[in-house]
């Protein structure tokens, strides 16, 4: 059995989260720049089976499109001609970063440590792979 990759895409870094072998717990993987994530994730998907990617989608409260769907869009398009034999899905991210800055407070990491924002961005991505986690056992 692949692991699940998770991706919590932005302009500038992405989070990233990847299940055990078991796909059973969501762990923080790394933080990448935008422009070296695919690179990135073909480097690991060589060292590790991936089964699926998912990606979390950026809606507003009412659960329009925000700014920033036109470029995850993008990605998810360029994710899925990289890696076509890959499933690719979809997650709703409302809230993801508020609840991520509270797993952090929760966790006991310092102040400077949840003004990283690179922390924040990996802590999301596994709060997005957890989601999907659970939604796949109901």
């Known amino acids: 059995m692949g692991r699940i990759l ?13 299940t055990d072998a078991l796909q059973i717990i ?3 993987l790394e933080t990448v720049h ?9 480097s690991y998907t060589q060292r590790e089976p991936v089964e699926a990617f998912v990606v979390g989608m950026p809606r507003r409260l009412t ?3 925000t700014d920033a769907t036109p470029h995850v869009v993008g990605f998810v398009r360029k994710l899925q001609k ?11 991210e ?19 440590a949840r003004q990283d924002k690179a922390t924040v961005d990996r802590v999301s991505a596994t709060i997005i792979l957890q989601s ?5 056992t109901i």
């Open 6 to 18: 998770a991706v919590d895409y932005g302009n500038k870094r992405v989070g990233l989260a990847v």
């Open 94 to 112: 409302r809230f993801t970063s508020s609840m991520a800055h509270k797993a952090m407070l929760a966790g006991g990491l310092g102040k400077k």
């Open 34 to 42: 935008a422009k070296d994530v695919l690179t990135y994730l073909k």
């Open 82 to 92: 990289e890696f076509p034999a890959v499933p690719i899905h979809t997650v709703d």
């Open 63 to 65: 659960g329009e499109a």
């Open 132 to 136: 999907y986690l659970e939604s796949r």
């Open 26 to 28: 969501a762990t923080p």
